[in-house]
């Protein structure tokens, strides 16, 4: 079955840095790459998506870039501010198993003041 | 258009004890997937459910767990006589369409097992 992995599993910046967490899937079919934020005691927010037919999407402040052949696909948050503090998930699904997602373990992120 | 419903947000059971927890979708949704958070780790898939049909339950633990998604009323992910290790926050999410692979989670049933 298919396998995400995530890196890193930590991530501290200061205030306005940008912030990039990468992620590798195993299954060559899989077609669908969305992106949540948690935060403590929460449920994920979806933040941003992209599909096996683009290579970028953007969306203000944070873009997601997919390279089919290589198999990865990478969260990228600009001028970073301190309520962007949370855990980052990325994952991956193929429609023909009912588009359930596979995670990545996850990336704490933290901002500095 | 309220998110998907959860509840209860927090239960405690005893060893041996049933927990039930419930999952209404986001109104127009017809989807509905179960995913289960260890401390310090990701989510992981149990199930998948549409109206009255279990899809796809290839994540369920063999024993002890079930699941339904009844015509009328909320999603119920069930277990029986629960031990220490199935204390974890359980999430559902729900989307729209088949295909359509978005999936919206609510906030999770935090399960304590003493």
């Known amino acids: 079955g298919e396998n995400v992995e995530q890196h890193p599993s930590t991530l501290s910046v200061q205030e306005g840095d940008s912030a990039v967490i990468k992620c590798t899937y195993s299954d060559s079919a899989s077609n669908y790459f969305p992106w949540y934020k948690q935060e403590l005691g929460k449920g994920p927010q979806l933040i941003i998506d992209i599909r096996s037919n683009v290579g970028e999407k953007k969306d203000q402040r944070i873009a997601v870039t997919l390279n089919k052949t290589a198999k990865h696909f990478s969260l990228h948050i600009t001028e970073t501010q301190p309520e962007d503090s949370a855990v980052y998930f990325c994952?991956?699904?193929?429609?023909?198993?009912?588009?359930?997602?596979?995670f990545g373990e996850g990336t704490q992120l933290t901002v500095n003041p | 258009n309220a998110g998907v419903m959860q509840n209860p947000r927090h239960l405690v059971r005893r060893r041996g004890q049933e927990a039930r927890l419930r999952c209404s979708p986001m109104k127009g949704h017809s989807h509905v997937y179960w995913y289960r958070q260890l401390p310090e780790e990701g989510l992981k898939f149990m199930v998948y459910?549409?109206?009255?049909?279990?899809?796809?339950e290839s994540g369920m633990p063999k024993e002890r767990f079930s699941a339904e998604f009844p015509k009328e009323g909320p999603s119920i992910l069930r277990i029986q006589q629960v031990v220490r290790g199935d204390s974890a926050a359980y999430f559902c999410a729900s989307s729209p369409i088949q295909g359509a692979e978005e999936q919206y989670f609510g906030p999770g049933t935090r399960l304590t097992v003493t």
């Open positions: 459910l549409q109206k009255e049909n279990i899809i796809d």
């Open positions: 994952a991956a699904s193929k429609e023909t198993s009912g588009s359930r997602l596979t």
